[in-house]
């Protein structure tokens, strides 16, 4: 017969487990509220001098490569490709912990439409933005103070945790819609909720993940998921961009299976230079 009493733990075996994590609280504890108040104390200050400033990248069509649009990348003080710490990434990151991420999209969404007038008329800007931010009544007015034409602004869906409510999600986007905004899904291939958001949004764009084009000229099976998004794409009547377009070899394999446009180092790094922004035609 089993004798389950004996794997439970004794009296001093669960004080012993208590009082190990007495102590670490005493010792940790201190330094994980004063790390969470310092975030909190950031993004506010980011929020108050409105310290955020904005790259713009290319995305091209890639018969031609002539450009479509641009995406509005987020820049902070003091960040650099050398700093991890202080990626746009981690920024967001923090500011979603510190439960003030929807105020720091909606800067960055309206430092972006600002320099919307700087891009050459003929091109669309992508701007990104979580779901939780689109669900805000804010949104409405950002767009509206922005001067900028709904139907130059595509909003990129950026969130990869699943959506509650899709059609309170779909009855917000609808009225955007509905002035001209069109919608982008971003990531697409790197997880299910990214393929959930295409399949419950029917967005305009489809942004194929950076995993799924790179190295695609030489890897059957990103070659062959690649032509059965474009198949897809077609087939609900969205535009599909590839993301991350770093060689020669993986552009012209996306020519080869039909991706209309895309976007990487390969086709133009990101700018904040208003100069660079003008040559793009």
């Known amino acids: 017969m089993l004798n389950f009493t004996a794997t439970r733990p004794s009296t001093h075996q669960g004080v012993h487990r208590r009082n190990s994590l007495q102590r670490w609280l005493v010792r940790w504890w201190p330094a994980v509220f004063a790390d969470a108040v310092d975030a909190r104390k950031r993004m506010e200050d980011i929020l108050a001098g409105r310290a955020v400033s904005t790259a713009f990248q290319p995305i091209r069509y890639l018969d031609t490569g002539c450009t479509a649009g641009a995406e509005a990348l987020t820049r902070f003080p003091g960040w650099s490709v050398r700093s991890a710490a202080e ?33 050459p008329a003929c091109l669309y800007v992508s701007v990104n933005l979580s779901p939780q931010t689109c669900l805000d009544p804010r949104i409405h007015k950002v767009i509206q103070a922005s001067g900028v034409n709904p139907s130059r602004i595509v909003l990129e869906l950026t969130e990869h945790s699943p959506v509650a409510d899709y059609e309170a999600l779909r009855a917000s986007l609808a009225l955007l819609r509905d002035s001209g905004l069109r919608i982008a899904v971003d990531d697409t291939g790197a997880g299910f909720a990214s393929m959930r958001h295409v399949l419950k949004l029917k967005p305009e764009f489809i942004k ?69 922004w003008s040559t793009w035609t």
């Open 87 to 119: 990626s746009p990434e981690a920024v967001f990151a923090r500011a979603a912990s510190s439960g003030c991420v929807t105020d720091l999209e909606f800067l960055a969404m309206e430092r972006a439409l600002h320099c919307v007038a700087a891009l």
């Open 208 to 276: 194929l993940d950076r995993d799924m084009v790179a190295g695609i000229d030489s890897d059957d099976a990103k070659k062959a998921f690649g032509a059965a998004m474009v198949s897809f794409a077609n087939g609900i009547g969205a535009v599909l961009v590839a993301e991350g377009i770093e060689t020669e070899e993986e552009l012209a394999t996306l020519r080869e299976i039909g991706v209309p446009a895309g976007q990487g180092y390969l086709l133009g790094r990101p700018s904040v230079r208003p100069e660079d």
